[in-house]
């Protein structure tokens, strides 16, 4: 009998010290709990439905273990500041105890210092090709108007009470450019970081449910029949000049803009130049998966249950919403215009692309364009505004950061 009561205090011990027993306390355990199920449903928009899964899945999973009681997996601290005392042990939780810091708190650094984001911009600039852009010099323009739900996104923002901090966040959802929006709320909100996060990757993984309805409604079949002709040769002088141009003329105007659009120009500058292709491939294989994952891992380590379940989530979600919405509808409408400027010879249908969403919204523009007439082909003529809208959230990012950091 003896035997059988010190097993069960040891079991009765092993359970009420586990993470099991948190979920039945009243300090919030059940929250932990409902965070854990939404890792779950992310990780299955990942893995099956394919929504943005190099980054879904690894913050998803960080967003699983941030959740685990008593695992130590929940980045800690939201400022550089706050890294140094975690480190240093002067970092204390509500109830007086010393912090200690976890492998999240390590790897999150990277994304607070500004590292992460600006080296996957150098891995896209090494797979982008800006031909289509160089030929077509009016797709900056509609790359730029598709920035439009930036700015629309934290006007509302500012209206339901945000700060403009918290704001110039939750509106650079509307680039669609999910390196951008972490860089920018890295140094502007950083408590904000994983809702975020968590909102413009899944809307740049619903670009082809959000925009067709958009596109559609903003344009008539007239227009969206229309067929561009071939874009011109762009010679190898004109590739390698072009990254060039754009980091002195961007970094030039918008100091704090030069770190993404110099990395972005790098990765391109090794890509056209012809003598770096071993230091090119680096970038687009093996520089950008590890970034990848230690960035996607270590954000989703953000999303504790205290943190992502309020109804400021909620307002960020849709405000995300809300600025992509009018990100794509900016672009449509210049698109519109070029139509009638150049009268009839531009598909407005290729603005909508000026989004972030590479090559994703080009793609959706010529989906929907072959839908009204089987002939049309957009892709290379829509990869201009795109990769525009590349280098235009860069360009809004530093805005934000130039007027509110």
């Given amino acids: 009998m003896e035997i059988l009561t010190g097993v069960w205090e040891v079991v009765k011990s092993i359970f009420i010290n586990s993470g099991y027993a948190y979920f039945f306390t009243a300090d919030g355990g059940i929250l932990n709990l409902v965070m854990i199920l939404i890792s779950f449903v992310f990780l299955f928009l990942g893995i099956k439905k394919g929504f943005e899964p190099l980054l879904m899945i690894p913050i998803a999973f ?10 130590n997996l929940a980045v800690q601290y939201h400022d550089l500041q706050g890294f140094i005392d975690l480190v240093a042990g002067r970092m204390v ?43 077509n010099p009016i797709s900056f323009i509609l790359g730029a108007a598709a920035q439009l739900g930036i700015f629309v996104a934290y006007v509302i923002a500012i209206v339901l009470g945000f700060g403009p901090q918290e704001a110039g966040s939750i509106a650079i959802i509307g680039g669609a450019d999910g390196p951008t929006a972490i860089f920018v709320t890295s140094k502007l909100a950083p408590a904000m970081l994983g809702t975020i996060a968590v909102a413009a990757y899944s809307y740049m993984a619903l670009v082809p449910v959000i925009q067709p309805p958009i596109m559609r409604a903003l344009t008539t079949k007239k227009e969206r029949s229309v067929v561009m002709g071939n874009l011109r040769q762009v010679s190898k002088t004109e590739k390698i000049l072009f990254p060039i141009m754009v980091t002195v003329i961007v970094s030039l105007l918008l ?26 491939k680096a970038a687009q294989n093996e520089l950008m998966n590890i970034v990848t994952i230690l960035l996607g891992l270590s954000v989703g380590a ?18 995300g919403l809300i600025a992509f919405a009018f990100g794509t509808a900016g672009g449509t409408l210049f698109g519109k215009l070029m139509y009638v400027i150049t ?21 959706v523009s010529q989906k929907v364009g072959q839908e009204e007439n089987p002939s049309n082909f957009l892709l290379m003529h829509a990869m201009g505004p795109n990769v525009s809208g590349v280098i235009g959230s860069a360009v809004a990012a530093g805005i934000l950061l130039t007027l509110l950091g």
């Fill in 343 to 363: 009268k009839g010879k531009v598909n407005p249908l290729i603005g909508s692309a000026g989004v972030s969403a590479v090559p994703m919204a080009a793609r």
């Fill in 302 to 319: 953000t999303t504790n249950a205290q943190s992502f379940l309020n109804w400021n989530t909620i307002k960020i979600i849709i405000l």
């Fill in 255 to 280: 100091p704090d803009a030069g770190v993404l659009v110099g990395m972005l120009m790098l990765g391109n500058l090794l890509k056209e130049s012809g003598r770096t292709e071993r230091i090119a």
């Fill in 93 to 135: 939780d509500d109830a007086g105890n010393t912090l200690t810091p976890g492998l999240m708190d390590f790897l999150y650094f990277g994304v607070k210092a500004g590292i992460y984001p600006p080296l996957i911009f150098l891995g896209i600039g090494s797979m982008t090709d800006f031909s289509s852009l160089i030929a």
């Fill in 62 to 71: 960080g967003m699983l273990l941030a959740n685990l009681p008593g695992a």
